[in-house]
């Protein structure tokens, strides 16, 4: 436990770090995000372990389209991803 000096410049500090910046203040009080579903590693994973047996029994033609289907698939979900986190939050005024 902290001794009563200790707090109050705990206390200190947590007031002027509010006052200086709040929308880290409010950050660190809220804790980290939720991580999404790591839904790139498992298709990635999915798909090479699946490749040689699509190829064995449908052909190389089927195994190459499934490679495919699956590169478009990463880069639709990076790209929502991206957009996702570049869009500007709706900060209020300084007014």
Sequence with gaps: MLNESEARAIDEIEQRLRATDPAFAQRMATGPAPRPFPAVPVLCVTVFLSLPFIALLCGPRAALAT??????????????????TTRRPNLPSDA
């Design 67 to 84: 490679a495919d289907v699956a590169a478009v698939t990463v880069v639709i979900i990076l790209a929502r991803r991206h957009h996702r």
